[in-house]
């Protein structure tokens, strides 16, 4: 089994940034793809980006050229940076993991963490 926690969520002012970072562990070995996907009421929940252990990425069309999605391997943790924030980005992230190569969605889902976007 693994375990995800994702931390960093909040309510933030449109424009702002926001770092959310997502610990896996139990048996993480040969995790290959992690991703995060966010829920906003009323909607179903969709792909916001994903990254293999090799490197591959993708984004939602949303959100290219504002969020980045990273990971540090060693440490079995996924990064997602949010930069210029829009009320539209308000959801629930969840952090999302699976051993097999660019599982979108994988097995694994953490409990997730609400980002408010609000003036």
């Known amino acids: 089994q693994v375990q995800l926690v994702e931390s960093g969520g909040g309510l933030v002012q449109p424009g702002g940034s926001l770092r959310l970072s997502c610990a896996a562990s139990g048996s993480i070995f040969s995790i290959n793809t992690m991703g995060w996907y966010r829920q906003a009421p009323g909607k179903q929940r969709e792909l916001v980006a994903a990254?293999?252990?090799?490197?591959?990425?993708t984004y939602a069309d949303s959100v290219k050229g504002r969020f980045t999605i990273s990971r540090d391997n060693a440490k079995s943790t996924a990064y997602l940076q949010m930069n210029s924030l829009k009320p539209e980005d308000t959801a629930v992230y969840y952090c999302n993991a699976d051993r097999d190569y660019w599982a979108l969605p994988g097995d694994y889902w953490g409990r997730g963490t609400q980002v408010t976007v609000s003036s």
């Open positions: 990254i293999t252990s090799g490197g591959r990425i």
